[in-house]
């Protein structure tokens, strides 16, 4: 069974650097992208930074640029997002997930969320002021 598990969430000041995991299980990378996507209490869905196996690239929503990095360890099968300089309102549940074949970066992320693949359950991430 295809899994993905996230870790790293927790409590954090404003400003405070925080590291997520994401974990796959069933199956690899190898041609996916795996994105990270959050969601804010009474708010949709949004994509946050997004990694492609296919050709290494990667993309940032604008609102992340220049404070999270996406990264990814082959060997453990593994995606990280590095998040420096958080602020109250991302606050969020934080979700990877993982799409199987996938286009060009560019094109993911103005795609629905609901087209990717396999999702994790989640992990949350509290930014206090």
């Known amino acids: 069974e295809e899994q993905l598990v996230e870790s790293g969430g927790g409590l954090v000041q404003a400003g405070g650097s925080l590291r997520l995991s994401c974990a796959a299980s069933?199956?690899?990378?190898?041609?996916?992208?795996i994105g990270w996507y959050r969601q804010a209490p009474g708010k949709e869905r949004e994509g946050v930074s997004w990694?492609?196996?296919?050709?290494?690239?990667?993309y940032y929503a604008d609102t992340v640029k220049g404070r999270f990095t996406i990264s990814i360890d082959n060997n453990a099968n593994t995606v990280y997002l590095q998040m420096n300089d958080l602020k109250p309102e991302e606050t969020a549940v934080y979700y990877c997930?993982?799409?199987?074949?996938?286009?060009?970066?560019?094109?993911?992320?103005?795609?629905?969320?609901?087209?990717?693949?396999?999702w994790g359950k989640g992990t949350l991430v509290t930014v206090s002021a």
């Open positions: 997930a993982a799409l199987n074949h996938p286009p060009p970066l560019s094109i993911v992320a103005r795609t629905s969320a609901n087209a990717m693949d396999v």
């Open positions: 990694l492609s196996r296919v050709d290494g690239s990667t």
């Open positions: 069933g199956f690899v990378f190898d041609s996916y992208a």
